[in-house]
């Protein structure tokens, strides 16, 4: 049986994580609108999609380990 309890370690190392990816997400959107290679430029979507993916996947899971500390 998987855990869904998280240490207070785990978040705040998620949250770092959050703001890295964020960041980078930040930089690939800014750079997609500048790759003229359709190759380049279909890899650079691709890489934003998966990442806006990821981010949603761990703001869910830092928004349910919020709640776990409130209680």
């Given amino acids: 049986m998987q855990s869904t309890q998280f240490g207070v370690h785990e978040v705040v190392d998620l949250r770092e994580v959050v703001n890295f990816k964020a960041a980078c997400l930040t930089e690939a959107k800014e750079r ?38 409130e209680q």
Wanted: cysteine-free; proline content about 3%; aromatic content about 0%.
């Fill in 32 to 69: 997609a609108t500048r790759v003229k290679n359709p190759e380049l430029k279909a890899l650079v979507e691709q890489s934003i999609q998966q990442g806006t993916m990821s981010l949603k996947k761990m703001n869910a899971i830092l928004t349910q380990s919020a709640g776990q500390i």
